[in-house]
């Protein structure tokens, strides 16, 4: 019997945990984006260069996007939502490595990103409305709304994994039987288009995150917040 | 489809240490530094604005100064203008008090000079009239110069004072009569009678001549004198004359 591509093999077992590829990659990914911040960010000067102007171009893109979604100062939820879009751009475009499957196109890791979110739109109306004023906005525009809104929030969980889940999978079958059918140089351009596949996905899990933040944050009991971009530390 | 949950678990662990590193050592950094670099610029735009409002002020310092020097300059030009005005009409009023006092001075030196000469010019005239006459009266008689002259010395001892008429011949003294000749002895005797007609009492008569007397009588009194001769007329118009060249 052929053993199903979407199962996961155990690479090894640290006592009863089994560590499978998803995490090593995600780890090497990890390990890379840390280097790399190290090495960038430990000498940032007031005069940028060329390297720091990049880092802040991205920045300020992530911050400048989040402000416009979340209508607020983007610096409390700059590190969520940054860190979602780096990993997931960083992971889709990991399958230009050889040998490498990107972690988003396992299921884990999609569902641990759209927990992740959950949690923080949770996290982030609790902290702003307080637990009262969060736990009423599942009561709106009623009270008889609130199992509706619930099953809103899982299921707009799962559409998150899914739709991750379904456009890197299926690009990383379609290169996979496109190579396995034509031969070694034929899927570059399927792969080129799996690039800018994989940053559209970033984009658009980052902006939902976004949303559902804003959706978690937002309400007439929220504090207003004067916006000051790049004023303040995540 | 199976769901792997410890990768699931692994992963979420993963995701949120990588929340955490790149909040820590990405996200941190380049906030602080944009901020940093923003506080730096807001520092610059501060001070500029500050060096601004301050070349301003300084500017507005300036005005005011060049604005009071320029008033002062004014108040200056003024006042010297009319200290100057005010020592033009002094200098003026002094030139004209100095004109007018040398104009006075050349004119009281002018009239001084002018009386002068007419006196000169009187006293002249009049020396030549006494001359004149003094040559026309020599050609007169000798008779003439004693004899119309008793009446009129009478007469005039007649008119003095009482006390000055007492003098005359007091205590028998002889009256010294002065005349411009020697007196015959009818003479003498015609003006003796006459003094003593004048005087009512007798008196008597010694006789003095005295050519300048040119003709006439005169009587010579301790307080007084009776003159009545061409000398004394001749002085009498000299005197005339020269008060009224002075005049």
Known sequence: MTESPLELTPLFHVGPVAITSPVITTWGIMAAMLAFCLLTTRNLQLRPGKVQALLELVVGAIDHQAEEVIRRDPAPFRAVVGTIFLFILLANWSALLPGVEPPTARLETDAALALIVLAASGYFGVRLRGTRGYLKSFAQPTWAMIPLNIVEQITRTFSLVVRLFGNIMSGVFVIGIVLSLAGLFVPIPLMALELLSGTVQAYIFAILACVFIATAVSGDDAPAETSSKHGSTS | ?247
């Open chain 2, 1 to 247: 489809m199976h769901i792997d949950w410890w990768t699931l678990a692994l992963q979420t662990i993963n995701l949120l240490v990588l929340v955490w590193i790149l909040s820590r050592f990405l996200f941190r950094p380049i906030a602080d530094i944009v901020r940093q670099r923003q506080a730096a610029a807001d520092e610059l735009l501060e001070k500029a604005e500050a060096q601004r409002q301050q070349a301003e002020e300084e500017e507005k310092q300036a005005e005011a100064a060049q604005k009071a020097a320029e008033k002062a300059r004014g108040n200056v030009l003024q006042d010297a203008g009319r200290e100057a005005e005010s020592e033009k009409a002094q200098i003026l009023a002094d030139a004209r008090k100095q004109a007018d006092d040398l104009r006075a001075a050349v004119e009281a030196e002018i009239e001084r000079r002018r009386k002068a000469e007419q006196a000169k010019i009187g006293e002249q005239a009049g020396a030549l009239a006494v001359e004149i006459a003094t040559k026309l009266f020599t050609r007169l008689p000798d008779s003439a110069k004693i004899d119309g002259f008793v009446q009129g010395l009478a007469e005039a001892v007649a008119k003095l004072p009482g006390q000055a008429r007492d003098e005359i011949g007091a205590d028998g003294a002889a009256v010294t009569v002065l005349a411009a000749r020697k007196m015959s002895d009818a003479e003498v005797a015609s003006c003796r009678d006459a003094l003593s007609g004048a005087l009512g009492r007798e008196v008597s008569v010694s006789v003095k001549v005295d050519p300048a007397l040119i003709a006439g009588l005169e009587i010579e009194l301790p307080h007084a004198a009776v003159r009545n001769s061409f000398h004394a007329d001749l002085d009498r118009i000299a005197t005339e004359l020269a008060g009224h060249a002075e005049a």
